[in-house]
């Protein structure tokens, strides 16, 4: 069909033409949940809440340390 032409945007036409704009938005989202996955991690696991209590008695028990009195 001669005449007839296929309406492609310029993006479609350009090998790459993601753009660094979208690119950008991308990676910003992506380090976003990362950040946020790691967070989440952090507190599921590491956060002070899940620490045990430990004294120094508790602790010279367990390494059998012997202190003198003065």
Same mark, same amino acid.
């Given at each position: 069909?001669? =005449?007839?032409?296929?309406?492609?945007?310029?993006?479609?036409?350009? +090998?790459?033409?993601? =753009?660094?704009? =979208? @690119?950008?938005?991308?990676?910003?989202?992506?380090?976003?949940?990362?950040?946020? &996955? @790691? =967070?989440? @991690?952090? @507190?599921?696991?590491?956060? &002070?809440?899940?620490? +045990?209590?430990?004294? &120094?008695? &508790?602790?010279?028990?367990?390494?059998?340390?012997?202190?003198?009195? +003065?």
């Amino acid at each position: 069909m001669k =005449g007839t032409r296929i309406h492609t945007t310029s993006a479609a036409r350009k +090998p790459g033409a993601y =753009g660094r704009r =979208g @690119l950008r938005r991308d990676l910003a989202w992506l380090l976003a949940v990362k950040f946020t &996955a @790691l =967070g989440l @991690l952090w @507190l599921m696991f590491f956060s &002070a809440a899940h620490r +045990p209590a430990v004294d &120094a008695s &508790a602790v010279s028990q367990r390494l059998a340390v012997v202190t003198s009195a +003065p």
